[in-house]
Each structure stands twice: as structure tokens, then as C-alpha cells.
């Protein structure tokens, strides 16, 4: 079983930056976190940004693009979401997960492991 913890959340003002980051820990070998998921009050949980195992291939909302970043260090075992120029509309609650393929996934179903998220709140 692998375990994911989020870190980094905050409350911030439009414009700013912030980093948050996914740790991994226990049977990292069987699932691999690779992706960002966001979910805001009366919301569905949605997909914010994957990457694969590599590294190499990524995957970002519209709604961020530009100005998201997904980067992992895999001989950490973490994965971090770089996210700038924030908007109250990213105001939510963040989630990393973890999926067993090791390619680029974008499909919730494919994820079977998520962190207890942290809170991002930006103010205007």
C-alpha cells in the first residue's frame, strides 16, 4: 500500500505563488503518484494536471495552462504542483494521487491511491 501527504497548501491573494507537494511513502513500487486533482465546494473532483513516471509527458485543465507546473522527483519519491499567478477560482482542495499504470492517465478510475489533500484558498 502506498501513502500519499500533501503539503504546501494556504491562503493567498490573487497573483501569488504557491507550491505544493505530494509525498510518497511505503509500497512506492505498486502505484505511482503522478497527478493533481482539485475539488471546490458544491464541485466535482477534477483533474488539474498528470504527469508519467518519467516525467516526460504531462497533462494540464485548461483552466491552468500557462500557469500550472507538474514536476516530479521520483528518488524522493515526490511530486510537486508549481502553480502561479493564482485565481480565487483555484480556491479548492487539493488531492494528489497515485495510479499503478505507468503512463500518463487522465482518467479518475485509473488513480487508486489519494493523499487527504490540503487547502488552497485565494482571495481577490
Known amino acids: 500500500q502506498v501513502q500519499l501527504v500533501e503539503s504546501g497548501g494556504g491562503l493567498l491573494q490573487a497573483g501569488d505563488s504557491l507550491r505544493l507537494s505530494c509525498a510518497a511513502s511505503?509500497?512506492?513500487?505498486?502505484?505511482?503518484?503522478k497527478a493533481w486533482f482539485r475539488q471546490a465546494p458544491g464541485k466535482e473532483r477534477e483533474l488539474v494536471a498528470a504527469?508519467?513516471?518519467?516525467?516526460?509527458?504531462?497533462y494540464y485543465a485548461d483552466s491552468v495552462k500557462g500557469r500550472f507546473t507538474i514536476s516530479r522527483d521520483n528518488a524522493k519519491n515526490l511530486v510537486y504542483l508549481q502553480m502561479n499567478s493564482l485565481k480565487p477560482e483555484d480556491t479548492a482542495v487539493y488531492y494528489c494521487?497515485?495510479?499503478?499504470?505507468?503512463?500518463?492517465?487522465?482518467?479518475?478510475?485509473?488513480?487508486?491511491?489519494w493523499g487527504q489533500g490540503t487547502q488552497v484558498t485565494v482571495s481577490s
Open positions: 494521487a497515485a495510479s499503478r499504470r505507468l503512463g500518463l492517465v487522465t482518467a479518475v478510475e485509473q488513480y487508486d491511491t
Open positions: 504527469t508519467n513516471l518519467s516525467g516526460g509527458r504531462t
Open positions: 511505503g509500497r512506492t513500487f505498486t502505484s505511482y503518484p
